[in-house]
């Protein structure tokens, strides 16, 4: 499902998000996170140790609500996780995709590429994207 004209706009302009996954025995576990628009999803970084990756690794179902800084508006995405980490990519595949998710969620280019760059090699982290089958909320 490729996104609508109109989530892209939303997310592109809103950041702040709260994903919820599955805990092993099924309860819910939600992450603020910060987000922005990536190929036909919504994606944020995570560092490789923290739950919601754990949680998504064995259940990709997700939901992510992006919202406006002041909650009065919405998009909710329900769909699966693709995880794009040192075990699924190549270094090349992952460091690209952290770079476009960081302009995409700070909406600027980083200062020093080469320092992010190793910075996100030594904290470990992985990007995820919220791949969506269904969207709703107040913002459409």
């Known amino acids: 499902m490729a996104l609508d004209p109109k989530v892209i706009e939303f997310v592109s302009e809103n950041h702040k998000a709260v994903l919820s996954t599955f805990r092993r025995d099924g309860a819910s576990q939600m992450s603020i996170v910060t987000t922005g628009p990536y190929k036909d999803g919504v994606a944020f970084s995570t560092t490789e140790d923290r739950a919601k990756l754990r949680n998504l690794e064995r259940d990709p179902r997700c939901s992510l609500l992006v919202s406006k800084d002041n909650w009065w508006g919405y998009v ?65």
């Open 76 to 140: 909710v995405l329900e769909g699966r996780a693709q995880i794009i980490s040192s075990k699924t990519a190549t270094p090349d595949e992952l460091r690209d995709a952290m770079r476009d998710v960081y302009r995409a969620a700070a909406g600027k280019e980083h200062p020093d590429w080469d320092e992010y760059d190793d910075a996100m090699v030594k904290e470990n982290r992985a990007t995820i994207v919220v791949i969506p089958d269904e969207v709703y909320g107040t913002a459409l």
